[in-house]
């Protein structure tokens, strides 16, 4: 009996001692003051991107609406008022309006006079008040009436092609002049290509 007492003393020693040698797991816990100082931190150069993004886009607006400023300026600097025969009151032609060309018989738009009806769009828009007046003109080949018809089909596309790029219908009109007012009086080629044209005109401003 005293053997078996001296034994359970002995297991009981012996497991106090192994459970006194094995160290117990040490839990990290991040300080508070510390997360939170990083989370501040974090948040802090968030805001400060944001805020520089939104001085870059609010800079970015400003010189766009400057050169818009000033292209409208330019753009009024450079209308001339001219005397229309037919048309009541004063018209005014721009050199920053520029004319397209058509080739033989034809009335569609090409890609190139595309691009120029595209700027010549983007100068308008910004003076939303002006309406102009589209002329469609052919060379002498043809007969006054033929040409005539022609004419209108040629200033009809380009009144079209100028209202789907964003100008109100009740801005643009069209008028033909057939063969009546070439830009070139030759016989050749070379004048015939100058007058098949679209030329654009200013009604008010």
């Known amino acids: 009996m005293v053997k078996k007492s001296l034994s359970l ?5 012996c497991l106090g001692l192994i459970m006194a040698g094995c160290p117990k797991k040490a839990v990290m816990k991040d300080e508070p003051s510390v997360a939170k100082s990083e989370e501040a931190r974090r948040l802090e150069a968030e805001r400060a991107q944001k805020e520089a993004k939104e001085r870059e ?4 607006k400003e010189e766009e609406a400057k050169r818009a400023l000033e292209k409208e300026k330019e753009f009024e600097k450079s209308l001339v008022a001219k005397k229309t025969p037919g048309i009541e009151g004063e ?7 520029k004319d397209i060309y058509f080739d033989f018989d034809k009335y569609d738009i090409r890609p190139g006079d595309a691009e ?3 700027r010549n769009a983007a100068l308008l828009t910004r003076s939303p008040k002006m309406k102009i007046q589209v002329e469609g003109h052919c060379d ?5 009436e033929y040409n005539l018809s022609l004419g209108e089909r040629r200033a009809n596309s380009i009144k079209k092609y100028l209202i789907s790029l964003g100008l109100g219908a009740d801005r643009v009109s069209a008028i033909t002049y057939g063969e009546e007012k070439p830009l070139d009086s030759g016989h050749n080629e070379e004048a015939w290509a100058k007058n098949r044209r679209g030329h654009t005109i200013i009604l008010s401003k």
């Not at 003393?9 to 020693?13: A, D, F, K, Q, S």
């Not at 002498?140 to 006054?144: C, D, I, P, S």
């Open 140 to 144: 002498e080949r043809g007969t006054v």
């Open 57 to 60: 886009l609010t800079k970015m």
């Open 9 to 13: 003393l002995i297991l009981i020693l």
């Open 116 to 118: 120029i009806l595209k």
């Open 91 to 97: 018209v005014f032609e721009s050199s920053l309006l």
